[in-house]
């Protein structure tokens, strides 16, 4: 379980698809209990991203965790798409 | 011009935005062509630019409206409410015919085809053409259409039939979706806002939804939202008909369920009641045969508890409005509930006959819990408006204190009180009054034993406690230790309870515990404005300082900080200029906690975009879940970059204090 900056960004995410309608499951999580978890998007802060090499997902980077105009525009098109599949 | 499509897609348009619109977005959302839509926003564009606005086409934005909104969505709602097809408004062939049906239902002198023609803007010949399809609608109602020679058309029939075909009409316009809307708003605000030419005044559906509210709890009457609904609307009609002296004829009671009719009587009588109207007792029969159509389901009715003025509805609209500012479920506690209500019955008497109630812990009660105290006065105003007297504020402190008691109650399970070891270094005498404020201020905790520092380990073996509560500091435990001050402020309450929340794992965010904001968490002594530091460590450390000097955490949680961030990477730089370096409750929280560091020069952490940082706030969160509300406040903040910038540059703890209170309110 992630406590902070995780769960930050995940309040901001929350915001953004309940805004849209969009029903998700969002989990906060620190980089320590990633492992073996299953996701179909994983936000993180962009400096995460060898972190997250491996991690079988779609990864979106953000930079500032609590700009929901960012976080927004590069989330949203990646939901839609995975939406349509 | 603008017709019933059109309207909808300049809703849509005006609606507060979070969606891009394009046309084939806006072709799909209403089911048309795309061709279509680009020939309704020229109309539309025509219509709005003669109002001051403009629809644009921006690549980015989408379609939307600029310009004076206000005044379009203003002529949008009179062109709703005014009854009049208004000239720049083509009605579609239903629309039309709707609207002569509301007309003649709701007029009893005939009205003549040449001014129905006129009104519509239509020739004689339509409107000939429309009555035939109206004349057909109304036959489904049992009515008739009587034509009178020179005089013109007018509707025939019984009552119940007029009410039936005008409820139709109405639903038919509003739609149901809008209508359990605005039910739902009203039962939060006590504001009607639907308000239609063909629709009873608010003050009608106020008192129809009162008084289905009062029955409903009295009698178990359950119904489903959208019959809930539906009758809210029937007996709305049926109180403004009555008022205008168009009583239900006389129906003798058919094949209905003897419990069903009851309920339609007492509903009959509270509507009456409520509105200061005599009702009439033909009233009953229709309203009977629509609670039977709607399966209803009644247990057993409490007339005598009905006839005494009941506060159950009003302490609902409390806990509703309390419920919402605070996070917890309080509408359905009943205890909450039966408590307020038994407390709120004698108050408008009270008020009205001795203005002056003292409160002798009212200074207690703002101090020891200031944002209940807020959380009731903004509930309280329910109670103003029903009752119309102002709330003096000894009366809402008595309301904090069934907020409290409540949000304790919810705090520790009832089944099982969590077994409690209390602990003192100096001896048993400071551990005593700890154990005798710790029972007196949260009667859910059993208190096991109490005991010194040094016979801690033999008393643990002895009797297995959830918590140890300290008035010193104790060594790492199997169990989750709790610093506090002997005399048990309320933040060290706080962080008993915080403590006591058992961690169910992930979903845990969705438990909807007492979540402090941010003002309690990021305290004035947390605040140290224009500290040195040298680089990024230095600043994590000096914001991690800040907790151990306030007994927050103990210092090994600066270096699990610092060693996340060395491990990880610069991550808790969470905006530009922002850091919010953190560790896991385990490495050494003691209580809830945010401090907040100003650097007096900015240093850099290594990270890509929001290098320099000049504000940290280092987080001790005790559990996944209490901290929330106080995170997504200071996360609001700081996403502002204004305010990001103010606190930069603040120049005293005041000042941050006051940027906090603007954003958060």
Same mark, same amino acid.
């Given at each position: 379980?992630?406590?902070?900056?995780?769960?930050?960004?995940?309040?901001?995410?929350?915001?953004?698809?309940?805004?849209?309608?969009?029903?998700?499951?969002?989990?906060?999580?620190?980089?320590?209990?990633?492992?073996?978890?299953?996701?179909?998007?994983?936000?993180?802060?962009?400096?995460?991203?060898?972190?997250?090499?491996?991690?079988?997902?779609?990864?979106?980077?953000?930079?500032?965790?609590?700009?929901?105009?960012?976080?927004?525009?590069?989330?949203?098109?990646?939901?839609?798409?995975?939406?349509?599949? | 011009?603008?017709?019933?499509?059109?309207?909808?897609?300049?809703?849509?348009?005006?609606?507060?935005?979070?969606? /891009?619109?394009?046309?084939?977005?806006?072709?799909?959302?209403?089911?048309?062509?795309?061709?279509?839509?680009?020939?309704?926003?020229?109309?539309?564009?025509?219509?709005?630019?003669?109002?001051?606005?403009?629809?644009?086409?921006?690549?980015?934005?989408?379609?939307?409206?600029?310009?004076?909104?206000?005044?379009?969505?203003?002529?949008?709602?009179?062109?709703?409410?005014?009854?009049?097809?208004?000239?720049?408004?083509?009605?579609? =062939?239903?629309?039309?015919?709707?609207?002569?049906?509301?007309?003649?239902?709701?007029?009893?002198?005939?009205?003549?085809?040449?001014?129905?023609?006129?009104?519509?803007?239509?020739?004689?010949?339509?409107?000939?053409?429309?009555?035939?399809?109206?004349?057909?609608?109304?036959?489904?109602?049992?009515?008739?259409?009587?034509?009178?020679?020179?005089?013109?058309?007018?509707?025939?029939?019984?009552? /119940?039939?007029?009410?039936?075909?005008?409820?139709?009409?109405?639903?038919?316009?509003?739609?149901?979706?809008?209508?359990?809307?605005?039910?739902?708003?009203?039962?939060?605000?006590?504001?009607?806002?639907?308000?239609?030419?063909?629709?009873?005044?608010?003050?009608?559906?106020?008192?129809?939804?009162?008084?289905?509210?009062?029955?409903?709890?009295?009698?178990?009457?359950?119904?489903?939202?959208?019959?809930?609904?539906?009758?809210?609307?029937?007996?709305?009609?049926?109180?403004?008909?009555?008022?205008?002296?168009?009583?239900?004829?006389?129906?003798?009671?058919?094949?209905?369920?003897?419990?069903?009719?009851?309920?339609?009587?007492?509903?009959?009588?509270?509507?009456?009641?409520?509105?200061?109207?005599?009702?009439?007792?033909?009233?009953?029969?229709?309203?009977?045969?629509?609670?039977?159509?709607?399966?209803?389901?009644?247990?057993?009715?409490?007339?005598?508890?009905?006839?005494?003025?009941?506060?159950?509805?009003?302490?609902?609209?409390?806990?509703?409005?309390?419920?919402?500012?605070?996070?917890?479920?309080?509408?359905?506690?009943?205890?909450?509930?039966?408590?307020?209500?038994?407390?709120?019955?004698?108050?408008?008497?009270?008020?009205?006959?001795?203005?002056?109630?003292?409160?002798?812990?009212?200074?207690?009660?703002?101090?020891?819990?200031?944002?209940?105290?807020?959380?009731?006065?903004?509930?309280?105003?329910?109670?103003?408006?029903?009752?119309?007297?102002?709330?003096?504020?000894?009366?809402?402190?008595?309301? /904090?204190?069934?907020?409290?008691?409540?949000?304790?109650?919810?705090?520790?399970?009832?089944?099982?009180?969590?077994?409690?070891?209390?602990?003192?270094?100096?001896?048993?005498?400071?551990?005593?009054?700890?154990?005798?404020?710790?029972?007196?201020?949260?009667?859910?905790?059993?208190?096991?034993?109490?005991?010194?520092?040094?016979?801690?380990?033999?008393?643990?073996?002895?009797?297995?406690?959830?918590?140890?509560?300290?008035?010193?500091?104790?060594?790492?435990?199997?169990? =989750?230790?709790?610093?506090?001050?002997?005399?048990?402020?309320?933040?060290?309450?706080?962080?008993?309870?915080?403590?006591?929340?058992?961690?169910?794992?992930?979903?845990?965010?969705?438990?909807?515990?007492?979540?402090?904001?941010?003002?309690?968490?990021?305290?004035?002594?947390?605040?140290?404005?224009?500290?040195?530091?040298?680089?990024?460590?230095?600043?994590?450390?000096?914001?991690?300082?800040?907790?151990?000097?306030?007994?927050?955490?103990?210092?090994?949680?600066?270096?699990?900080?610092?060693?996340?961030?060395?491990?990880?990477?610069?991550?808790?730089?969470?905006?530009?200029?922002?850091?919010?370096?953190?560790?896991?409750?385990?490495?050494?929280?003691?209580?809830?906690?945010?401090?907040?560091?100003?650097?007096?020069?900015?240093?850099?952490?290594?990270?890509?975009?929001?290098?320099?940082?000049?504000?940290?706030?280092?987080?001790?969160?005790?559990?996944?879940?209490?901290?929330?509300?106080?995170?997504?406040?200071?996360?609001?903040?700081?996403?502002?970059?204004?305010?990001?910038?103010?606190?930069?540059?603040?120049?005293?703890?005041?000042?941050?204090?006051?940027?906090?209170?603007?954003?958060?309110?």
């Amino acid at each position: 379980m992630g406590f902070g900056t995780s769960l930050m960004l995940r309040m901001t995410i929350d915001d953004i698809l309940k805004a849209h309608g969009i029903k998700a499951e969002t989990l906060a999580w620190d980089l320590g209990s990633l492992k073996g978890q299953r996701a179909d998007i994983v936000v993180a802060p962009r400096d995460m991203e060898r972190h997250l090499k491996d991690f079988p997902a779609r990864v979106v980077l953000v930079n500032n965790l609590t700009d929901k105009k960012e976080v927004e525009a590069k989330l949203l098109p990646v939901v839609e798409e995975l939406m349509q599949q | 011009m603008l017709n019933q499509r059109r309207v909808a897609l300049l809703r849509l348009l005006l609606a507060p935005g979070d969606r /891009t619109h394009t046309v084939p977005t806006l072709a799909k959302r209403l089911g048309v062509s795309e061709r279509l839509i680009r020939y309704d926003l020229a109309e539309i564009g025509d219509w709005v630019r003669h109002r001051g606005a403009q629809v644009r086409h921006d690549p980015r934005a989408g379609i939307c409206i600029h310009g004076d909104c206000e005044r379009v969505l203003a002529d949008l709602e009179s062109l709703a409410k005014s009854g009049k097809p208004p000239a720049e408004y083509v009605l579609a =062939p239903t629309e039309r015919h709707n609207w002569i049906m509301t007309l003649l239902l709701e007029r009893e002198e005939p009205v003549s085809i040449g001014a129905l023609a006129d009104q519509l803007g239509v020739s004689r010949g339509t409107v000939y053409s429309d009555l035939k399809a109206v004349e057909e609608r109304l036959r489904h109602y049992g009515l008739q259409l009587v034509k009178r020679p020179r005089e013109g058309v007018a509707v025939a029939g019984p009552e /119940t039939g007029i009410r039936q075909a005008l409820v139709a009409l109405a639903l038919e316009r509003i739609g149901m979706d809008q209508l359990l809307l605005t039910i739902a708003q009203c039962e939060q605000e006590d504001r009607w806002d639907l308000e239609l030419y063909d629709l009873p005044p608010p003050h009608c559906f106020r008192a129809a939804l009162r008084a289905l509210r009062v029955v409903e709890h009295f009698t178990g009457l359950s119904l489903t939202d959208v019959w809930f609904a539906e009758a809210v609307l029937h007996l709305a009609f049926a109180l403004h008909r009555v008022s205008r002296s168009r009583p239900a004829e006389f129906t003798a009671s058919s094949d209905t369920d003897p419990s069903v009719w009851q309920t339609a009587r007492l509903l009959i009588d509270q509507v009456e009641t409520i509105s200061g109207t005599p009702m009439p007792a033909s009233e009953v029969a229709p309203l009977a045969g629509l609670l039977q159509k709607a399966g209803l389901r009644v247990g057993p009715a409490d007339r005598q508890s009905l006839r005494s003025t009941d506060a159950t509805p009003l302490a609902r609209k409390f806990a509703a409005i309390a419920e919402s500012l605070l996070a917890v479920d309080l509408a359905n506690d009943s205890d909450f509930i039966s408590a307020l209500a038994l407390h709120l019955q004698p108050i408008p008497h009270r008020l009205a006959h001795s203005p002056s109630i003292v409160n002798p812990l009212l200074d207690q009660i703002r101090e020891a819990y200031p944002e209940l105290f807020a959380v009731a006065r903004r509930a309280a105003q329910v109670l103003e408006q029903a009752w119309g007297l102002p709330i003096p504020e000894a009366e809402v402190g008595y309301l /904090t204190m069934h907020l409290g008691a409540a949000l304790e109650r919810r705090r520790i399970p009832r089944a099982r009180r969590v077994r409690v070891v209390a602990v003192c270094s100096s001896g048993v005498g400071t551990a005593r009054l700890l154990a005798s404020r710790l029972q007196a201020a949260l009667p859910g905790v059993e208190l096991v034993a109490v005991t010194s520092l040094f016979s801690l380990r033999e008393t643990l073996a002895a009797s297995p406690c959830d918590l140890v509560v300290a008035t010193c500091p104790v060594p790492a435990l199997e169990v =989750p230790v709790v610093q506090v001050s002997p005399l048990l402020f309320a933040s060290d309450l706080r962080a008993i309870q915080a403590a006591l929340v058992p961690d169910d794992g992930a979903n845990s965010y969705q438990r909807k515990g007492f979540q402090p904001m941010l003002q309690e968490v990021l305290t004035p002594e947390l605040i140290r404005l224009g500290v040195e530091a040298d680089d990024w460590e230095a600043a994590v450390r000096a914001a991690g300082q800040v907790l151990v000097e306030n007994g927050a955490v103990e210092p090994a949680y600066v270096d699990a900080m610092v060693e996340s961030i060395r491990r990880v990477g610069p991550y808790i730089v969470v905006a530009p200029g922002v850091a919010l370096p953190h560790a896991r409750p385990e490495d050494g929280v003691r209580r809830l906690a945010i401090s907040m560091v100003q650097l007096r020069a900015p240093v850099a952490f290594g990270h890509e975009t929001n290098d320099p940082v000049s504000l940290v706030f280092a987080l001790a969160a005790v559990d996944v879940d209490s901290h929330l509300k106080a995170l997504s406040q200071l996360s609001s903040l700081i996403g502002t970059p204004e305010n990001a910038a103010r606190l930069r540059s603040a120049a005293g703890v005041a000042e941050v204090l006051r940027i906090m209170a603007e954003q958060i309110g």
